[in-house]
Structure formats: C-alpha cells, structure tokens
C-alpha cells in the first residue's frame, strides 16, 4: 500500500514539475554544502536504524534498545526543532535534521530552476525521509518487539531509498545521486 502511494505521489509530481531539462547546468555552491550535510545525516540515521535492525529479540533489552534506537533514528531526521525530539545522551546527529535538509535542498534546486530529475530526484527524498519518520514514530508507538522491529525495518528501507546510491541515476531519486550530480 505505502509502496502504491510512493508510485502515485512520484507520478503526480513528474505532471506538474516546473522548469525544463537543464544538463550541465553549473550549480551553486550552496546546494552541494545541502546535499553534503544531507548524506551526512542520512549516513549516520542509516547506521542508527541497522543497529536497531540488528538487535536480537527476546530480552527485555532488546526492546529498550529498539526504542532508544528509533528515538535517535527519529532525532537525526527530524532535528532539535521538532516537538519529536527527544534528547539523548551522546545523541548523534547535527540536530539540524535530515528533513530539514532535505526540505532546503528540493526548495533551492526548484528556485535555481535546475533539471527536472534533480527536482523529481529531491522530492522523493524529502517523501522517503517522511515516510521513514513515521516508522520511526510507529517503533516508539509499537505494543511489542516483534510489531516495533517490523516498524524498524521499514524504516529502514526508506532511509536506504531516501539515501540512494551514487551509482544511481539521478532521475530514480536518492540523497547521494543528487550529491554526485550536483557535483558535476
């Protein structure tokens, strides 16, 4: 169902993206300091939720370990600012938040009037980092350990998504293709 959504949503954007087809269009350096600060923070969330992935069930610490994670998962992609975060101890992260970046980042790409894969690429990074929000929230929210781990993973699988690859094609989205094409 998420997955649809995700579809749909990217679908949608591609019919009312503004701008035209831009390539090698020079870019500021502004925009390569957001995509740099946003893989940042997605590399350290990444590393934040597969150690929460990774936790073994079924003791009680397990479950208290699952939760801290999510939490700090949660605070690197929402930032300071947000009434969802929770202050940790040793708490990694800028506390400007992923979200934030990303939010920044697509905002700035559509003003300097860049491709429009870089738009669509983007805007499914800040959809990617929300949905990994909500999961991360739904870990918290969770009843049980195998219903938060379930809620982990899916985290997870957005932050991986939202992240991407620089092996990627711009057009398919991901912090790191944008990084790399911004680059030049």
């Known amino acids: 169902m998420i997955r649809r959504l995700q ?3 990217l679908m949608l954007a591609l019919l009312w993206l503004p701008g035209s087809y831009l390539p ?4 500021n350096p502004k925009l390569r300091l957001l995509a740099d600060k946003l893989v940042e923070q997605l590399n350290i969330a990444v590393q934040e939720a597969l150690f929460a992935v990774l936790i073994v069930p079924p003791a009680e610490f ?3 370990e699952l939760k801290q994670r999510a939490q700090r998962t949660l605070n690197i ?3 300071k600012e947000s009434p969802d975060y929770v202050p940790i101890e040793g708490g990694p ?4 938040g992923a979200f934030k970046y990303a939010q920044q980042l697509l905002r700035k790409i559509r ?3 860049l491709a429009r894969d870089l ?4 805007d499914t990074v800040v959809f990617d980092i929300a949905m990994a929000i909500e999961r991360a929230k739904g870990v918290l929210k969770a009843s049980n350990l195998n219903q938060g781990q379930s809620e982990m993973r ?6 991986i998504a939202g992240r991407g690859s620089k092996d990627d094609p711009v057009g398919e989205g991901g912090a790191r293709a944008i990084q790399l094409k911004l680059r030049g």
């Open 119 to 122: 738009i669509f690429a983007a």
């Open 154 to 159: 899916r985290a997870f699988a957005f932050l």
């Open 62 to 64: 397990g479950w208290r």
């Open 7 to 9: 579809v749909l949503m």
């Open 77 to 79: 992609l929402v930032g």
């Open 93 to 96: 992260g800028d506390g400007v």
């Open 111 to 113: 003003e300097s009037g």
């Open 24 to 27: 090698g269009q020079a870019t």
